[in-house]
């Protein structure tokens, strides 16, 4: 993709801080902290309230997470105080319970989801799905991953043989390649990604715990504004950048969240 100058554009550029500007988002909303550090703007936010604060009715948002691991449960609950409603939310599942996103469905915030596995425990999702309450777009979880990540790539679209024949394929292009058949996949974008990683230096270089990893990497590069909450903040150097699985380029705010229980 040409960038400016005529010179190739990398995914990077679409991180750059200007780039949330032009998309009408504030990094850093009613935060009056330094805005650089050592020529670097100050990603680091106060509490998780003050990270979700700018957050409007009717924003598109990843979260990370799956199986219980992962998610950014302080994010959620901070995104639960602020009160921003009609959300189309893009997760592996729809919540357990009062856990997870079960606190964004209880609060009756969420309009559409896209997901993988709305499943048996996500008790306000089902109760709101089956009043016809909530839009659903049933995505094989594979194929939720690969959109994510082409979105990321700048990639628009690809094709995929998950799903031919079935519910599906309905109102997808389906193409026949080499004598197999295909249908066609969007590329899956968000406005906000809300991510859980262990460690992040104060630039936004992440490193993540085991299964605890799972969307959060993928859904960083999705975002406009990428949002993670981590246990841990140390200095930037302090990371062994052989750890680092989320560069600093894809994040936008970070707020330790450790000790903020999940109720």
């Known amino acids: 993709m040409p960038g400016p100058g005529g010179g190739m554009a990398y995914a990077g550029d679409l991180k750059s801080p200007d780039a949330n500007a032009s998309c009408g988002f504030d990094p850093h909303p009613g935060y009056t902290g330094p805005s650089r550090e050592m020529g670097q703007k100050n990603k680091v936010f106060p509490t998780v309230d003050a990270a979700v604060a700018d957050i409007p009715d009717g924003a598109t948002i990843m979260f990370g997470g799956f199986g219980g691991a992962g998610f950014p449960n302080n994010l959620i609950q901070g995104l639960a105080r602020h009160g921003a409603r009609d959300l189309r939310v893009i997760s592996n599942n729809c919540g357990t319970g009062d856990g997870e996103l079960g606190f964004l469905f209880k609060n009756r915030q969420i309009s559409r989801v896209v997901a993988a596995f709305p499943g048996p425990g996500a008790k306000y999702f089902h109760e709101q799905f089956d009043a016809g309450k909530i839009e659903l777009e049933l995505v094989p979880q594979g194929i939720l991953c690969e959109r994510m990540r082409a979105f990321g790539a700048g990639i628009p679209a690809f094709y995929s043989p998950v799903g031919v024949g079935t519910e599906i394929a309905s109102g997808k292009e389906e193409r026949t390649i080499h004598g197999r058949r295909y249908i066609l996949e969007e590329a899956l974008g968000a406005d906000y990604a809300f991510i859980k990683a262990?460690?992040?230096?104060?630039?936004?270089?992440?490193?993540?715990?085991?299964?605890?990893?799972?969307?959060?990497?993928?859904?960083?590069?999705?975002?406009?504004?990428?949002?993670?909450?981590?246990?841990?903040?140390?200095?930037?150097?302090?990371?062994?950048?052989?750890?680092?699985?989320?560069?600093?380029?894809?994040?936008d705010r970070i707020v330790q969240a450790k000790g903020i229980r999940f109720v």
Do not use: C, H, Q, W
Not at 210 to 218: E, G, L, S, V, Y
Not at 234 to 243: N, Q, R
């Open 198 to 251: 262990y460690r992040a230096d104060r630039l936004g270089n992440l490193i993540y715990r085991k299964t605890a990893r799972n969307f959060n990497p993928i859904m960083a590069t999705a975002a406009k504004t990428a949002i993670v909450e981590v246990d841990e903040i140390v200095e930037t150097g302090a990371l062994d950048p052989e750890t680092v699985v989320t560069p600093s380029i894809y994040i």
